[in-house]
């Protein structure tokens, strides 16, 4: 079943771009859980797409959606799910129609008794007349006491519209059991069912619809068991499950390291890593499972898998180790005829990438398959979700919205090889760094860059010496509290320079500096809700004859413009942050070169 041509691979990517910043490498945990929904809300509007991530207190938040209306490409922040980041909630997320339901429930290397550590359900209810989601009351299914907890919680809708939850409850001998509950009544209330299994560590596992069927799969941490299965047919009563038996005779890593998809027909895809770390893939056909075909052969505990399926094809992601726990590899292989392609690597920078997530289904005649992973320089340390995509030959692709305010002057090149990269995790009352060109006042806290000069007569700048580029994407996390202006430069030389500025007044504009003065080439609307609130700018330049300019504020574009006149920056210069006043924070910059691809 492996070894066919690498053709079907040939144009292998889209781009590869941050999309969230995180407090840590493993942000998408819990690989079984699916984190991302795409909704066809119709009137002619592109598919809007919400990615549930648990940010760890990074921006001040927990669990939030990020939402995208360019086919994944780029998330803006949506809305808290639950925003107590000490709490450390991961969600399953499920589109019904244009609604979303979700299940959210505590996530940690270490589970341990504790009262908190409930699972709720809650709808997110489509609102046409605005174009979003509000939230309804979440619904608490399972409720802790002192003695015991729950965790890793997932959510399935049968052929009959039932919701069912299923969870872990950490029992009193250190051991597992597998609970279920069901609502009728369309998540108002739910109704606990008989236990579905037990295990003797801490378990894991899968709850699926199948079409007309309930799967459900499931092992445990460090147990060199089979792993077991139950499957239930919709028109039995609610109590009728089949007996517990083995799926097959090895078990999973942690019993929730896997992807699992229904496969259209009845059955499931299954890929999943085994007790001895190596990752394989088995069909089950509705009543038993298939042999298993290898993957990929070697092993490492960060090494997870996310899978999507295009009507009978099966994409499937993953991350492999190249240095334990500072440089990985996310690969891609295509499960199609009855083969799998050989692997095509999508990313291969030095850094640390772990738990991948992606979209359960995607429409034919999609143009790629995308996949997000924690990017960090290791799992502990505070990184982005970042996206790779694999293209997909003959694929329509999925049109990005005009922007209300913007001139499109033509197609904005992806992003690719990152230049330079700057979080500030160093103390200085004077200067960024040897990185660093200053004029004006500057200091790091530990955290972030801060201006500490007011300039009446000009900005306060700061160039990134390694970030010198002609075509490139520069980006930074600000927060400016309201006052004066801040932003990005690009393209700077001399005097002269292009910038993106985000104006008190909850306004954009695009400058392009010569000399004492500035020309605003346009000016926008921020999309912002409160001009006190921190935004991540980003500015696109790129082109020479004209030069095209693109600036997006937290992930939407919101401007583009074309600047053909003679006094156009052509050539290559440097990239920074710029702002008149003192007390402006700016954080997570980054430079990359556009048009490269990874």
Same mark, same amino acid.
């Given at each position: ?13 889209? =781009? ?7 407090? /840590? ?9 699916? &984190? ?38 780029? %998330? ?40 908190? &550590?409930?699972?709720? %359900? ?22 802790? $006491? ?74 445990? &941490? ?19 499950? =089949?007996?517990?038996?083995?799926? %097959?005779?090895? /078990? ?21 890593? $085994? ?23 070697? =092993? ?60 359960? @289904?995607? !429409? ?12 960090? !320089? ?167 004859? !004209? ?22 920056? @052509?050539?290559?210069? $440097? ?24």
């Amino acid at each position: 079943m492996v070894g066919f041509s690498t053709a079907l691979l040939a144009t292998v990517l889209a =781009s590869l771009a941050p999309v969230v910043p995180v407090s /840590g490498g493993n942000a998408l945990t819990l690989p079984a859980q699916r &984190h991302a929904v795409r909704i066809d809300t119709g009137s002619g509007r592109p598919p809007t797409w919400l990615l549930t991530v648990q940010q760890g207190g990074t921006e001040g938040r927990g669990l939030s959606f990020f939402r995208s209306d360019d086919g994944g490409r780029t %998330f803006r922040f949506a809305a808290a799910i639950q925003p107590d980041a000490s709490h450390a909630d991961r969600a399953e997320v499920l589109a019904v129609g244009r609604d979303v339901a979700l299940v959210y429930s505590f996530e940690a290397p270490k589970l341990t008794a504790s009262r908190r &550590h409930d699972v709720y %359900f809650q709808w997110w209810r489509y609102r046409p007349e605005t174009h979003d989601w509000a939230p309804q009351p979440a619904v608490r299914v399972f409720d802790a $006491d002192d003695t015991t907890a729950y965790s890793r919680a997932l959510l399935a809708r049968d052929s009959r519209g039932r919701l069912w939850v299923q969870a872990f409850r950490l029992d009193s001998d250190g051991g597992s059991t597998a609970v279920l509950s069901v609502s009728t009544d369309g998540g108002t209330s739910f109704q606990r069912q008989a236990n579905l299994g037990r295990v003797k560590r801490r378990g894991g596992g899968r709850l699926l619809s199948l079409g007309s069927k309930l799967v459900f799969i499931y092992a445990m &941490h460090d147990g060199f068991e089979p792993t077991r299965l139950r499957i239930r047919d919709d028109a039995e009563p609610l109590d009728t499950w =089949s007996s517990v038996r083995d799926a %097959f005779s090895d /078990g999973i890593y942690h019993g929730a390291a896997l992807s699992a998809v229904a496969d259209g027909r009845g059955g499931m895809h299954l890929v999943y890593k $085994d007790e001895s770390e190596r990752l394989y893939h088995r069909h089950f056909n509705g009543s038993t499972f298939g042999p298993r075909t290898l993957l990929e052969g070697s =092993s490492d505990w960060a090494m997870q898998a996310a899978t999507t399926r295009i009507g009978d094809t099966l994409y499937v992601f993953y991350n492999t180790m190249r240095e334990p726990n500072v440089s990985y590899e996310v690969r891609a292989r295509v499960l199609k005829d009855g083969r799998f392609s050989e692997p095509v690597v999508l990313d291969s920078r030095r850094t640390y990438k772990g738990y991948p997530n992606a979209l359960e @289904t995607l !429409p034919e005649g999609t143009s790629e398959v995308p996949c997000f992973f924690g990017d960090a !320089p290791d799992a502990n340390s505070r990184g982005y979700v970042s996206r790779v995509a694999l293209a997909v030959p003959g694929g329509g692709g999925e049109e990005e919205p005009p922007d209300e305010d913007e001139e499109v002057p033509g197609s904005e090149p992806e992003p690719g090889e990152l230049l330079f990269g700057d979080t500030f995790p160093r103390t200085s009352s004077s200067g960024l760094g040897s990185d660093w060109r200053l004029s004006g006042l500057w200091l790091t806290d530990g955290r972030r860059a801060v201006s500490d000069f007011d300039n009446p007569d000009g900005d306060n700048l700061a160039l990134a010496l390694p970030s010198r580029c002609a075509d490139c994407q520069v980006q930074v996390r600000l927060q400016a509290f309201g006052a004066d202006e801040a932003g990005l430069v690009v393209r700077a030389e001399g005097d002269a320079r292009y910038a993106l500025v985000l104006l008190p007044q909850g306004r954009i504009q695009l400058r392009r500096y010569r000399g004492a003065g500035f020309t605003v080439l346009g000016e926008a609307a921020s999309g912002q809700a409160s001009p006190w609130d921190a935004a991540t700018l980003s500015l696109s330049v790129w082109g020479a004859g !004209p030069v095209r300019l693109s600036a997006s504020v937290d992930g939407q574009v919101r401007l583009r413009v074309t600047d053909d006149d003679p006094a156009a920056l @052509t050539g290559e210069g $440097d990239a920074g942050l710029a702002t008149p006043i003192a007390g402006v924070w700016f954080d997570d910059f980054l430079v990359r070169v556009l048009g490269t691809g990874p």
